[in-house]
């Protein structure tokens, strides 16, 4: 039998501790007069089955998914749309992650457990039946190709190239088990977002961060390309970026209390965005924020998530407006 992964062997000394101690093709170059807007792919203009898109995710092919929520997936070449859901395949409609593994095989995760797409045809499901109930919010592979699979109440899983062990739960607080998101920091840490607190696990036990008393749930955690990672929290003024293990505050804005971030991107020039549910979307410039709603040409208010393409772009996925992309300005 294989050896469990190294998560595994620490796992119970540690939770004791802690309360202790559609792919883009090259395109070519834009023309002025057609860039600086949002491009919208909904059902109406699209191939895409559904509205909700609680999930954006760029294939090693460029390829785009879409995880449109209670209609299944959609998977965009650039020309062809292509659709699974419940009446062309097992797979469960309501699906809010997606993966592509080391294999290039497809992960869906549902309010009803992991489906995999094998080699573009064949389906497999995760758990058998010794689980009754497995609500997934997120999967992630980190450095080492070890994907962690986080759920809504029963803690994560963790899959080592042979097994998925799990579910690992921490009996000290509840939230601890409400996973909303997963990353890893530049030094190779695994980062948890949690409805108390945010994890990380240091390859020997796990460390605890609560930032923000007054609005515990954390949200978003995303590691950008100057080594910083972000962490968002629902209602909060500000969000937090951890540098050289400091970390730092940003005001969203004005300063309003109340933004609830639910993704955060980068696109080819350096610059964040920030995908809110009832204010838009926010680009943070490194310097300068600007918000996009509907007042000055953004279409939604209410959002899901941000994925950049192969190209540089931005996707966002909304709540009611389908997928949203974003042209950007030509500079000369």
């Not at 959609?74 to 997606?98: E, M, R």
């Not at 350096?270 to 926010?282: E, K, R």
């Not at 040409?297 to 209410?302: L, T």
């Amino acid at each position: 039998m294989k050896k469990p992964p190294k998560i595994i062997r620490p796992i119970i000394f540690a939770v004791l501790l802690i309360f202790l101690g559609s792919c883009e093709q090259n395109e070519d170059l834009l023309d002025p007069l057609e860039s600086d807007y949002w491009l919208t792919y909904n059902q109406s203009n699209s191939g895409i089955p559904g509205n909700q898109v609680r999930d954006i995710y760029t294939d090693s092919n460029g390829k785009m998914w879409f995880a449109c929520y209670g209609n299944g997936i959609a998977c965009f070449d650039g020309q062809k749309w292509t659709t699974y859901n419940s009446s062309n395949s097992p797979l469960n409609n309501n699906v809010k992650t997606i993966l592509e593994d080391m294999d290039g095989d497809m992960w869906f995760g549902t309010t009803d457990g992991i489906y995999f797409l094998i080699d573009n045809s064949n389906w497999e499901y995760y758990p058998g039946e010794d689980v009754t109930s497995m609500d997934v919010n997120k999967i992630f592979m980190d450095s080492d190709d070890d994907i962690w699979i986080g759920t809504e109440g029963s803690g994560f899983y963790l899959y080592s190239g042979e097994y998925i062990y799990g579910p690992i739960q921490f009996e000290e607080n509840e939230g601890l088990n409400v996973v909303n998101d997963i990353n890893e920091d530049a030094q190779g840490y695994t980062w948890i977002a949690t409805d108390y607190a945010a994890l990380k696990f240091n390859n020997e036990f796990w460390e605890i961060t609560r930032y923000n008393e007054e609005y515990p749930p954390i949200e978003v955690i995303y590691s950008d390309s100057k080594d910083r990672l972000w962490i968002a929290a629902d209602g909060g003024s500000t969000v937090i970026y951890y540098e050289a293990g400091v970390f730092n505050n940003l005001t969203l804005l004005n300063g309003q209390p109340n933004y609830f971030v639910r993704g955060i991107g980068e696109d080819g020039d350096g610059n964040l965005w920030f995908a809110t549910f009832m204010d838009g979307i926010i680009k943070y410039d490194g310097t300068v924020m600007t918000s996009f709603k509907p007042y000055n040409g953004f279409p939604s208010e209410y959002n899901y998530c941000l994925e950049s393409d192969n190209m540089g772009n931005i996707w966002v996925g909304t709540m009611e407006h389908g997928a949203l992309k974003y042209i950007p300005s030509v500079e000369f």
